[in-house]
């Protein structure tokens, strides 16, 4: 059973039906209402005999497979030759698990959170305080609460990114290198092009 908020696109629901997901759409919410699609899977799960609530957001094994698997596979691709990693985040698994599998190796490779508009963790990398501006049309990631997997992870910096970007990276990426790639995808491009522009020549991002 998946609980998804009804802002998410109907390209996804759908495929998540064809794989067998019991999908229950849900009014999107804002996270301290309880109709929140969070709040909503979390009672599914308590209501549903056998079931098992997987909480991506403050699970951490969602951070520690990524600290095992996908950090460890960007460090052996690179090495001390990368400069920063920047990727945007959603449950804080991947950025999470990534940023300290990447800082046990080498401290100092900056780690770089992306961030859409609508979202507070750029706010908090930069001055502590989760604040937000603006909104966002992308999916999955940006989000207003600090989570169990992002916790305590070492940020250094972060980029906000605007709709109108990742929107033209995502057309961009199509056009040029023949990746269909989604707005997530797009938007961490976008951030990563925006942060080498401040690096030495030479850096790899």
């Known amino acids: 059973i998946i609980a998804i908020p009804d802002d998410q696109s109907a ?3 759908a495929l998540l039906r064809v794989f067998g997901a019991d999908v229950r759409v849900v009014k999107s919410a804002p996270f301290t209402n309880d109709q929140n699609y969070y709040h909503v899977a979390r009672r599914l799960a308590e209501q549903t005999p ?3 609530w997987a909480d991506q957001f403050n699970n951490v094994a969602n ?3 990524h600290e095992a698997t996908t950090g460890v596979e960007i460090w052996e691709a690179f090495g001390s030759s990368l400069t920063a ?3 945007a985040t959603g449950t804080g698994g991947t950025l999470g698990g990534v940023s300290r599998a990447l800082k046990a190796r080498d401290q100092a490779i900056k780690i770089v959170a992306a961030d859409p508009m609508g979202s507070a963790i750029f706010s908090f990398v930069k001055t502590g305080e989760l604040a937000s501006e603006g909104d966002s049309e992308v999916e999955g990631i940006g989000i207003k609460r600090i989570t169990d997997n992002f916790k305590d992870s070492p940020i250094d910096d972060a980029v906000r990114v605007e709709d109108r970007a990742w929107i033209a990276m ?3 990426l199509l056009e040029n290198e023949g990746l269909y790639l989604g707005g997530s995808a797009a938007l ?3 951030a990563a092009s925006r942060y080498a522009r401040t690096l030495p020549a030479g ?3």
Do not use: C, M, P
Request: charged content about 15%; proline content about 0%; hydrophobic content about 60%.
């Open 188 to 190: 961490n491009v976008v």
């Open 63 to 65: 951070r520690t497979i």
């Open 203 to 205: 850096s790899v991002v």
């Open 170 to 172: 995502a057309h961009w």
């Open 11 to 13: 390209e996804k629901i």
């Open 85 to 87: 990693f920047v990727a």
């Open 50 to 52: 056998n079931a098992v």
